[in-house]
């Protein structure tokens, strides 16, 4: 009788638990988790909103106004823009600076005013004539992993939408030119720099365990970056299988090494020295995985439970106002510390991005 009794109780925990699951999933509470999200970041600005890190953020929101079709949100956009006079940020020669020009494309298409885009035209044609100003070396134009969510997106947008190849031909030299640089073909992760891959000081960069240091925003940026540059190529483009078997690769081995939480921890190696999971690589993890789904790209039956496992521990890291925590600060490796009261407005906009795929899964 006390066996029956158990089981009945483990039954009936067991079918709460899968039922609060699936609210998750139910578009309205995809919707409403992604609004709050999105209100809370916009009353709580921070850095110049041309600054890679808004760069990110507006990349997410735009993708929640795709959503939610909030006129808030789309208002939010183009006061941004406005503000801006639709410019890029500071250094034409830098991929985090035209990371914005992202958005200003996208509302473009919407609005077809030509001020929103003749900034972003200007910049990319004088980065595509002049070196990266480095003096007495030459070095290429994206030499950091992030730089590939950054600038391939901005580039190829960019062709598509006044259609010149010249910009798509650019960035396939200069994506090439990074992968080649950084990409760890064994481990089919992206090292943050040259500095993680090339011995600094007579000492190799390792991990507490004696794994190499990738990093788990930086390996996020790319996917994303991916996803973006994908959804933008046509089908019969010469080098989109390049791209898709790139994806392919390094979506294999993301969730080999996602943790029981749902989560990535900073270092993707390394995760027993960083016990907290972190929220804005995973939340670019989620986007580009859910992504692949669905279009097809990844096997539905191994990647839709693993997105699934990792859009609920996101939800758990946005708080009753809609900030999004466990974000990692700014800076170049994985090494800060960060927790659940740390947010950044990238973080925001992983998690943005991540619902506005998880939205479409069947």
Same mark, same amino acid.
């Given at each position: 009788?006390?066996?029956?009794?158990?089981?009945?109780?483990?039954?009936?925990?067991?079918?709460?638990?899968?039922?609060?699951?699936?609210?998750?999933?139910?578009?309205?509470?995809?919707?409403?988790?992604?609004?709050?999200?999105?209100?809370?970041?916009?009353?709580?600005?921070?850095?110049?909103?041309? %600054?890679?890190?808004?760069?990110?953020?507006?990349?997410?929101?735009?993708?929640?106004?795709?959503?939610?079709?909030?006129?808030?949100?789309?208002?939010?956009?183009?006061?941004? =823009?406005?503000?801006?006079?639709?410019?890029?940020?500071?250094?034409?020669?830098?991929?985090?600076?035209?990371?914005?020009?992202?958005?200003?494309?996208?509302?473009?298409?919407?609005?077809?005013?030509?001020?929103?885009?003749?900034?972003?035209?200007?910049?990319?044609?004088?980065?595509?004539?002049?070196?990266?100003?480095?003096?007495?070396?030459?070095?290429?134009?994206?030499?950091?992993?992030?730089?590939?969510?950054?600038?391939?997106?901005?580039?190829?947008?960019?062709?598509?939408?006044?259609?010149?190849?010249?910009?798509?031909?650019?960035?396939?030299?200069?994506?090439?030119?990074?992968?080649?640089?950084?990409?760890?073909?064994?481990?089919?992760?992206?090292?943050?720099?040259?500095?993680?891959?090339?011995?600094?000081?007579?000492?190799?960069?390792?991990?507490?365990?004696?794994?190499?240091?990738?990093?788990?925003?930086?390996?996020?940026?790319?996917? =994303?970056?991916?996803?973006?540059?994908?959804?933008?190529?046509?089908?019969?483009?010469?080098?989109?299988?390049?791209?898709?078997?790139?994806?392919?690769?390094?979506?294999?081995?993301?969730?080999?090494?996602?943790?029981? %939480?749902?989560?990535?921890?900073?270092?993707?190696?390394?995760?027993?020295?960083?016990? =907290?999971?972190?929220?804005?690589?995973?939340?670019?993890?989620?986007?580009? #995985?859910?992504?692949?789904?669905?279009?097809? #790209?990844?096997?539905?039956?191994?990647?839709?439970?693993?997105?699934?496992?990792?859009?609920?521990?996101?939800?758990?890291?946005?708080?009753? %106002?809609?900030?999004?925590?466990?974000?990692?600060?700014? =800076?170049?490796?994985?090494?800060?510390?960060?927790?659940?009261?740390?947010?950044?407005?990238?973080?925001?906009?992983?998690?943005? #991005?991540?619902?506005?795929?998880?939205?479409?899964?069947?």
């Amino acid at each position: 009788m006390k066996k029956i009794v158990f089981v009945t109780i483990l039954l009936c925990v067991t079918i709460a638990i899968t039922a609060q699951s699936n609210d998750y999933f139910k578009p309205k509470n995809i919707k409403t988790v992604m609004q709050k999200a999105a209100e809370w970041q916009l009353k709580n600005p921070k850095h110049a909103p041309n %600054d890679w890190t808004n760069g990110a953020f507006y990349a997410g929101l735009y993708a929640a106004w795709e959503t939610t079709k909030s006129k808030n949100i789309y208002q939010a956009l183009i006061d941004m =823009g406005n503000s801006t006079k639709w410019r890029p940020y500071n250094r034409w020669y830098h991929a985090d600076d035209i990371v914005i020009c992202q958005t200003y494309i996208d509302l473009y298409r919407k609005e077809k005013k030509q001020e929103m885009i003749q900034a972003t035209i200007d910049t990319v044609n004088k980065l595509l004539a002049n070196p990266y100003p480095v003096r007495g070396i030459e070095t290429i134009k994206w030499w950091w992993c992030d730089a590939l969510f950054m600038g391939p997106a901005t580039l190829v947008k960019l062709g598509i939408t006044v259609k010149n190849d010249e910009y798509l031909k650019k960035n396939d030299e200069y994506f090439k030119e990074c992968y080649d640089l950084l990409y760890n073909k064994k481990e089919r992760l992206f090292a943050r720099d040259l500095g993680y891959v090339i011995k600094n000081d007579g000492k190799d960069r390792w991990e507490a365990n004696g794994k190499k240091i990738f990093w788990s925003r930086g390996n996020g940026w790319v996917m =994303g970056g991916l996803v973006r540059i994908l959804k933008e190529l046509p089908k019969n483009y010469p080098t989109r299988p390049f791209y898709e078997q790139l994806f392919k690769e390094m979506a294999e081995k993301i969730i080999s090494i996602q943790q029981p %939480d749902g989560l990535w921890r900073a270092s993707l190696l390394d995760p027993d020295s960083y016990p =907290g999971g972190e929220v804005s690589g995973s939340g670019f993890f989620c986007y580009a #995985l859910a992504w692949g789904v669905n279009n097809k #790209l990844l096997d539905k039956s191994i990647y839709k439970p693993v997105v699934e496992k990792t859009w609920i521990a996101l939800n758990a890291c946005v708080n009753e %106002d809609g900030r999004v925590g466990w974000v990692q600060p700014i =800076g170049a490796d994985p090494r800060k510390n960060f927790t659940a009261d740390s947010w950044e407005v990238y973080g925001t906009g992983a998690f943005l #991005l991540a619902g506005s795929e998880v939205i479409k899964l069947k």
